[in-house]
């Protein structure tokens, strides 16, 4: 084999000797495909795979950890959710729609592969500046693609996030949440068993769109990364939407052994990982495999990454039964080979063998590095924040606006209402009231879902940044009322082979650990995106965590929103916040500086499960957590919405130093493990006594009711603002870039 | 009572109806396959939401072929109530069971979102419980609601009392920003000539139940219950 063929593959000269090592000869070209794709950092996780080991992955209710299509949690009642959090970042930059959209159609897939009817998807999104036209318009493919997909598909979008950075301008972040319900006992597995059973092809067919998509989510982007477009695969959800319906019905016959879709690296991560779990053989004929187009080579139909398709293994002897599923539906199951009892991947054409690798060693041995690490130099630099020659604002109410019109923390109705999220009836809490929840029917139970991560934080601070992304995306489910029961990650991160970079991943896989241990969330699966940089800049390492919540009690579910007057407002938690990595730093001033205030994850805990007590026993009217943009802003967010009503509080002199940033921090600072509750007046002392059992500190700051939105401290008023212009600066913040009046 | 719910491939809003018949409303419910010849006894058929087909061509313009449409034209011909939602209203659009069609949303985008529709006529099955000029907050979610006709049928339609749902204001009154997506006259839903055949682009079914945020699709399904009830008929 050739070196330029070898080094177009990605491969380098120790994974190349270990090919041969492996095979005992040279490899023919559609083995070195094979193995190209296999050993990617996207499918083989060979740079994040030691460091992944330090997640925490088990729990009571974990049925399924890491290493399957998704994780399972028990959800009660004989129930568990299948849930997974996958990224399309590289494709979704080169082509905006068809990357986002085959992006959520990967994920769906993942979910009904495991067996589980999905009902909910989130997405977390990250962007360059908005005021770029390029920015703009990767936005509008991006949210277009995911409700293309999701839409057709009638799986309700019910949450997510969106944040812009410079940073991303040319590695947009698109992370992809699904979760699926399944009967407990009867999860599938993405398994080959039982030498002689037969193996099928369903779904769309294979064409040359896609091939090398994993290895090019392996490598940094440069001027010409346009190019790469046919890597890019093109959805179809109607066909999804048949294959859903279709493998869940065909479950139910008990003639399946194993299943699982063929996404990254198709038809060769899918056979192969297959074989690996059951410890046996395969081997297809790939001239049976249902082609879209003339000529295709095995190398090919091996290594196309066409969307859509799923591959079964069916018990002998009821065959018919599965064909059958299919025909209804207006599939076809195709035979393409069956499971052997000699642990190889074997691959024909017409008969011919074309490649055959033990499969054990192409799916177990792919290479593990030990990357080094180095802290990076910026960080030092970064970390100092000295505000005294910074001015400091002469219109606090002013700042407020401006802050609640920021694009971060706006008002998101333009996204989410190009999504369905209403289809299935089940959407509890609709997009922008709080965390997404979605009613089990049939149970009283509902399931609260978050997405989140703050970029700027770990990019500040990658072990705080990992902590605080744990901790914010489960107090967001604690807010509505649930206990967080599982997690999944998804770490987008820049190139690996950089030890300033693999010492920010590192660091932040560490306190993702530490922050899920402390709050006893097992992580039971998700994805690795590196590479995210183009011409040597990389993104903010950005950990998105989406955490799952159970509601025993659905009825008891909280929102953002104060929903009366006259209600008691308290705070739970510290009042003071932290100027450094805040939004108010970046709108104000231009600057991402200084550290994110750390968490206590003892206290993150208690405020946690004080929630969940208190939302319980109806102690509870509203609760909304203090994120970007600190107390100001979240006090705004309980009341903008029409209908909204508004707030007088009364903040303590703040603590910290006394210098002319000391109003800024009491209202634009930001801290973790902060929550803004309503209670009614009658219940106000049980929930005060009720925060002390749990050793959280809680004060009552005011009361809701007006048309206004007031802050004093020490007895002083220092900033207030109207609640239709509140609402107005929060409603178009986000909306103004994309839309002109239309007369 | 027994609704009969038709499934393409693509509905995706079919288990919604059949859970507001069956759960909500209390009624016998049944999914009948597209392929299906039968309607099997049912009282009422429903053409859901979704995306029959993928929409990949006009909406609904592949699913008017499918072998229980003959059955669905011939029991509409009978006097039978069909209700289409969205997709179901698009499928009837293009079976020529409702006149006009739907083009895309002015604004191009899907939306999804609750919107208000005033009660134009209450001498339909599926409006009979409501009173002319009640307002109804219900979701919508699509892309292509956007109603139109040419001017001689919208002339007729308003002279025959064809137009059942307008959108609206809060408070019921008419404005271009009520409008979601440009419908022609602010039109979101029509019945045929003889009254038994409704097509309206919001969701009903969406709107059964308090916790989803209104109830106030409640009364178009209760609407046909008691029509049915009040003619005999199971």
Same mark, same amino acid.
């Given at each position: 084999m050739d070196q330029s063929t070898i080094d177009a593959h990605?491969? /380098?000269?120790?994974?190349?000797?270990?090919?041969?090592?492996i095979l005992g000869r040279e490899p023919t070209i559609t083995e070195l495909g094979i193995f190209s794709v296999m050993w990617s950092e996207h499918c083989s996780y060979k740079s994040s795979r030691l460091h992944l080991r330090r997640l925490p992955t088990e729990g009571a209710r974990v049925v399924q950890g890491p290493g399957e299509n998704a994780g399972a949690v028990d959800i009660g009642d004989g129930l568990i959710a299948v849930f &997974?959090?996958? /990224?399309?970042?590289?494709? /979704?930059?080169?082509?905006?729609?068809?990357?986002?959209a085959t992006g959520v159609g990967g994920i769906i897939r993942d979910i009904f592969t495991m067996g589980a009817r999905p009902i909910a998807l989130l997405n977390s999104l990250r962007f360059g500046a908005l005021d770029d036209p390029a920015t703009r318009r990767l936005v509008d493919g991006v949210v277009a693609g995911i409700a293309g997909y999701g839409n057709s598909i009638g799986i309700p979008t019910v949450g997510g996030e969106i944040a812009f950075e410079p940073s991303y301008a040319g590695n947009p972040l698109v992370n992809v949440f699904c979760l699926g319900v399944a009967k407990a006992d009867q999860l599938a597995k993405g398994l080959a068993s039982g030498t002689g059973n037969p193996v099928y092809y369903v779904g769309a067919k294979t064409g040359r769109d896609g091939i090398h998509g994993a290895t090019m989510a392996s490598a940094e982007f440069d001027g010409h990364s346009a190019d790469k477009r046919p890597a890019v695969q093109v959805g179809d959800p109607f066909m999804e939407k048949l294959l859903l319906e279709a493998c869940l019905e065909v479950m139910q016959t008990g003639a399946l052994v194993g299943i699982q879709d063929m996404g990254a690296a198709g038809l060769t991560c899918s056979t192969s990982e297959m074989a690996a779990r059951g410890d046996v053989g395969i081997e297809i004929d790939v001239s049976r495999v249902p082609q879209r187009e003339a000529g295709m080579t095995p190398y090919e139909i091996m290594l196309s990454e066409s969307q859509e398709r799923m591959l079964l293994i069916a018990r002998r002897g009821r065959e018919a039964e599965v064909e059958q599923v299919f025909e209804k539906w207006d599939l076809h199951a195709v035979r393409i080979g069956e499971v052997t009892g000699d642990g190889r991947l074997r691959v024909r054409d017409r008969g011919v063998v074309v490649a055959e690798i033990p499969n054990r060693q192409l799916a177990d041995g792919a290479p593990l590095y030990d990357r080094p690490t180095e802290r990076p130099a910026y960080l030092t630099e970064v970390q100092q924040l000295d505000v005294t020659a910074l001015p400091a604002p002469a219109d606090l109410s002013q700042t407020w606006l401006d802050l609640l019109g920021a694009p971060v923390?706006? /008002? &998101?109705?333009?996204v989410y209402r190009q999504y369905d999220h209403m289809v299935r009836t089940n959407t509890l809490v609709l997009p922008g009231l709080g965390a997404g929840v979605v009613r089990i029917k049939g149970t009283s139970r509902a399931l609260t879902f978050s997405v989140d991560g703050n970029g700027r934080y770990c990019y500040l601070d990658p072990g705080e940044g990992g902590r605080l992304a744990v901790a914010e995306a489960a107090r967001n489910v604690a807010c509505a009322g649930a206990v967080p029961i599982g997690a999944t990650n998804c770490l987008n991160f820049g190139n690996p082979e950089r030890p300033e970079i693999m010492w920010q991943f590192a660091h932040t896989v560490d306190g993702i650990a530490e922050a899920c241990r402390a709050l006893e969330i097992p992580i039971t699966g998700g994805n690795v995106s590196l590479y995210n940089e183009t011409d040597g800049q990389a993104i903010y390492p950005t950990p998105v965590l989406g955490v799952v919540g159970l509601l025993e009690d659905a009825t008891r579910v909280l929102t953002r929103m104060f929903p009366a007057d006259s209600l008691e407002i308290v705070l739970l938690g510290e009042a003071a916040g932290e100027l450094g990595g805040s939004e108010?730093? &970046?709108?104000?001033?231009?600057?991402?500086r200084g550290r994110p205030a750390a968490v206590d994850l003892d206290r993150e805990r208690a405020l946690q499960r004080l929630l969940v007590d208190a939302a319980r026993d109806g102690l509870l009217r509203s609760a909304h957590d203090c994120a970007e943009g600190g107390f100001a802003v979240t006090l705004a967010e309980c009341s903008v919405e029409s209908g909204g009503v508004g707030a007088r509080v009364e903040l303590p002199a703040p603590a910290g130093p006394d210098d002319r940033f000391a109003l800024v921090r009491a209202l634009f600072g930001e801290a973790p493990s902060r929550v803004v509750v309503s209670a009614l007046p009658e219940e106000r002392d049980r929930l005060l006594a009720r925060a002390r059992a749990f050793s959280v500190p809680a004060s009552v700051i005011g009361h809701t009711g007006g048309e206004r939105l007031t802050i004093s401290v020490a007895g002083a008023v220092v900033a207030a603002i109207g609640l239709d212009e509140a609402e107005q600066a929060w409603d178009n913040g986000l909306t103004r870039h994309f839309e002109t009046a239309v007369a | 009572m027994k609704f009969a719910v038709v499934e393409f491939p693509g509905s995706n809003c079919d288990h919604d109806a059949y859970y507001a018949a069956k759960h909500v409303l209390g009624q016998q419910a049944e999914f009948i396959w597209h392929k299906d010849t039968d309607l099997r006894g049912a009282d009422v058929v429903v053409l859901p939401g979704?995306?029959?087909?993928?929409?990949?061509l006009r909406t609904g313009a592949i699913a008017r072929f499918s072998p229980i449409m003959a059955r669905v034209r011939e029991f509409a011909d009978a006097g039978g109530p069909v209700i289409g939602i969205c997709n179901g209203f698009q499928v009837l659009l293009e079976a020529g069971l409702l006149e006009g069609a739907l083009l895309s949303n002015r604004r191009l985008k899907f939306l999804c979102q609750h919107v208000h529709v005033r009660v134009e006529q209450s001498d339909t099955p599926f409006t009979c419980g409501a009173a002319v000029g009640q307002v109804l907050k219900l979701p919508i979610a699509h892309g292509e609601g956007n109603y139109h006709a040419d001017p001689e049928t919208v002339a007729a339609l308003e002279a025959n009392r064809q137009v059942i749902f307008r959108y609206c204001a809060a408070d019921g009154s008419a404005s271009d920003a009520a409008n979601p997506n440009g419908s022609l006259a602010a039109?979101?839903?029509v019945c045929n000539a003889g009254r038994n055949v409704v097509g309206l682009m919001p969701h009903p079914e969406r709107a059964c139940e308090s916790v989803l945020g209104s109830t106030d699709g409640l009364v178009?399904?209760? =609407?046909?219950? =008691?029509a049915l009830a009040a003619t005999g008929a199971a």
């Open positions: 990605g491969l /380098s000269a120790d994974e190349y000797q270990r090919l041969l090592e &997974k959090i996958e /990224s399309h970042n590289h494709p /979704s930059f080169i082509e905006p729609y068809q990357g986002a923390i706006a /008002s &998101k109705r333009w108010y730093l &970046k709108v104000a001033h231009g600057l991402v | 979704g995306f029959s087909y993928g929409d990949y039109i979101a839903g178009v399904l209760e =609407s046909v219950v =008691s």
